[in-house]
């Protein structure tokens, strides 16, 4: 059992409890920052996003958008699993465009010219879900995404969260299936990984019964806005940082003496 891991955890469970998605957003950075592999992050990842959610549609399936889910199984699963096996693919230039994308929405109603055109690239909606499809598979940050589209509709905070949580559940049962499949994966049976995933439901049902429920409708879409700028300015961050230091390292290699 890791430390630096429960913390994650611990965290990310906080931020997926109330909007429905962070676990695998958030967590999958933290931990390829501590030095833990992609894969390894999906092993420890993906049960506790999918617990997580599992106990948020509970009582809050016919609050689900249905036609919205209908479209994103269609058009983003697939490319889930076909882009899953480009797990070693740069993803810098994706990580710096979907965080410049989430800064944009968290302000877009703020400044009306925004608002125009981000109106206007959610109509191609098919196009969002199959991009979302393709940088979920690659770099599990499809999550973002999938926030930015389901936040910009007009639905309930219950119904946003509700319609996150089962697009959300979906990427990662697929996830996991392809894990067991395609790369023959058995570490999830590890019971060691048992502590990592049931910490996620405690988290939040903690969350739902002290902070949930105390969040208004007006407050839940100012929290939403924010929280899809600090992922933004986090993705942006956390690029620029990976970029500088693709730079030094290759500058490195190429001053080695001979």
């Known amino acids: 059992m890791a430390f630096d891991i429960l913390i994650t955890i611990f965290f990310t469970a906080i931020v997926q409890s109330i909007f429905g998605t962070g676990v695998l957003l958030f967590g999958t950075p933290i931990l390829l920052i501590l030095g833990y592999n992609f894969q390894y992050a999906l092993i420890i990842l993906l049960p506790t996003s999918i617990l997580i959610n599992f106990f948020q549609l509970k009582n809050n399936f016919n609050k689900i958008d249905i036609q ?32 410049i994308f989430l800064v944009v929405i968290a302000i877009k109603e703020n400044i009306l010219s925004i608002n125009r055109m981000i109106k206007f690239l959610i109509k191609y909606e098919s196009l969002y879900l199959m991009i979302m499809g393709m940088i979920h598979g690659i770099t599990n940050l499809g999550g973002a995404l999938l926030s930015g589209i389901v936040f910009s509709k007009d639905l309930s905070k219950e119904s946003k969260r509700a319609t996150i949580a089962i697009c959300y559940l979906t990427f990662a049962i697929f996830q996991i299936t392809t894990l067991l499949i395609i790369f023959n994966n058995n570490n999830f049976l590890n019971k060691l990984n048992f502590i990592y995933w049931i910490l996620g439901p405690v ?30 300015l986090i993705l942006i961050i956390k690029t620029n940082i ?17």
């Open 68 to 99: 919205f889910y209908k479209r994103l199984f269609l058009f983003s699963i697939p490319l889930i699993i076909l882009f899953l096996y480009f797990t070693n693919s740069n993803s810098i230039r994706i990580n710096l465009f979907v965080g």
């Open 242 to 258: 990976n970029y500088q230091m693709t730079i030094i390292k290759n500058n490195k290699t190429w001053f080695r003496p001979i």
């Open 203 to 232: 988290i939040f049902f903690i969350v739902e019964k002290y902070i949930y429920f105390r969040i208004n409708e007006k407050n839940y879409i100012n929290y939403s806005n924010f929280f899809l700028f600090v992922m933004g």
